[in-house]
């Protein structure tokens, strides 16, 4: 999720959303999801361990000079495909290797505009099933590349933002009877990047503060999720960057708000969110509070690989 570039700082405090009141909340499917997450991030945890990597927590004396907390990188950049994507990836096919491996039979779809693409492939290529990436018309040349040519994926590019091609990919999946992976809009693929959160909260259980860059919230969702079920005070910021920051503005209306997505650097993170998915932080705002900044494209650009 971020190296250990020379200049990284938050530019922008937008906003804090209130918590409003559980007591009167009919308890829905959504917030059993919830409350069961922090259990299901353990055992994503145990399952997938021998999987990935243990990336390192590394303490940043610039960054902590430069703004005077005591500041560290978890390297997620350093995972073996690049990103922690490899964690929900591996979560959700160990999952259904447990449930019904003939479900990886006929191959798996992925849309993706390359990390969770990237992901899905290396962890199919352990379990010996294809993949076919959908991602975007614009999905940048150097993913397409390495999905093809390093992982020996298929890539199929449909339409103008990471939805059309997450629906087109859906879509497929369900046409020929494929098994389809969300980048974010699956509670056990939020389950295993909420992993990120487990192994920081093992190692700096004393942290205050996590800043984790966020798309269509999944990665952000398993981490706050589990990190509150440990310590209530520990905050959660989302970044996004200004020039694709569909979350944040529908963390300020208080619903899903597609649309604001302009060219960035960080074309991990760009683009709009599928509607009705499950990844929403904002209605984790039941629970606990996450604040979310914007960036400048050149600031978020730290969350990128590339
Ligand atoms: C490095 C990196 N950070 C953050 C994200 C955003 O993840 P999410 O869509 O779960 O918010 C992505 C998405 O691919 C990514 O690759």
């Not at 308890?27 to 243990?54: C, F, N, T």
């Not at 939020?190 to 205050?208: C, H, K, P, R």
């Not at 944040?248 to 899903?256: D, N, P, Q, R």
Request: a neutral charge.
């Amino acid at each position: 999720m971020a190296s250990d570039l020379p200049y990284v700082k938050v530019i922008q405090v937008i906003h804090t959303i209130k918590p409003s009141t559980t007591s009167n909340i009919i308890k829905s499917r959504m917030d059993e999801k919830i409350e069961g997450l922090p259990h299901e991030v353990e055992k994503a945890y145990r399952r997938i361990q021998q999987h990935i990597l243990k990336t390192p927590l590394m303490y940043s004396k610039y960054l902590s000079l430069d703004s005077g907390a005591e500041v560290y990188l978890k390297l997620e950049n350093e995972q073996i495909t690049g990103s922690c994507k490899l964690r929900g990836a591996f979560n959700k096919m160990l999952m259904i290797m447990d449930e019904d491996p003939e479900e990886l039979k006929p191959g798996v779809i992925a849309a993706s505009s390359g990390n969770h693409g990237i992901a899905c492939v290396h962890a199919a290529n352990v379990f010996k099933c294809s993949v076919e990436i959908f991602g975007q018309n614009s999905m940048s040349q150097s993913k397409v590349d390495a999905l093809q040519q390093l992982y020996g994926a298929k890539v199929t590019k449909h339409g103008n933002d990471c939805v059309e091609a997450e629906i087109k990919a859906r879509n497929t999946a369900k046409e020929r009877n494929q098994l389809f992976i969300s980048p974010y809009n699956d509670w056990d693929v939020m389950a295993g990047q909420g992993t990120v959160g487990y192994e920081i909260y093992n190692e700096l259980s004393d942290v205050d503060c996590v800043f984790v860059s966020v798309g269509g919230g999944g990665i952000i969702s398993g981490i706050a999720v589990y990190l509150k079920s440990k310590n209530s005070k520990i905050k959660v910021i989302g970044c996004q960057a200004s020039n694709s920051r569909t979350m944040y503005e529908s963390m300020m209306a208080g619903h899903l708000v597609n649309g604001f997505c302009y060219d960035t650097i960080s074309d991990g993170t760009a683009g709009d969110v599928e509607e009705g998915s499950v990844s929403k932080p904002l209605d984790y705002n039941t629970y606990f509070r996450v604040r979310f900044h914007k960036t400048t494209h050149f600031e978020i650009g730290f969350n990128c690989k590339f």
